[in-house]
């Protein structure tokens, strides 16, 4: 994992981000910012949950949503 990334990553998550799940199988992921979006790899989400920095709060039209702790 890039540590840049996964830092990035929190620190967009304490500005407000949300984490979205766009697709399950093979799972891909969008960070959001107000009405901006990127791409993030899966290996930074998945490490962010395992660190317990990120939950899943809600599935919205089949995607899961992820937020800070």
């Known amino acids: 994992m890039h540590p840049d990334l996964y830092a990035a990553a929190l620190q967009l998550l304490h500005e407000g981000a949300?984490?979205?799940e766009m697709t399950a199988a093979p799972s891909t992921y969008r960070i959001a910012l107000g009405h901006d979006s990127v791409p993030i790899p899966g290996h930074v989400v998945q490490q962010?949950?395992?660190?317990?920095?990120?939950?899943a709060v809600c599935q919205v039209s089949g995607k899961r949503r992820f937020v800070l702790r």
């Open 18 to 20: 949300v984490i979205i």
């Open 48 to 55: 962010l949950v395992a660190h317990r920095k990120i939950h």
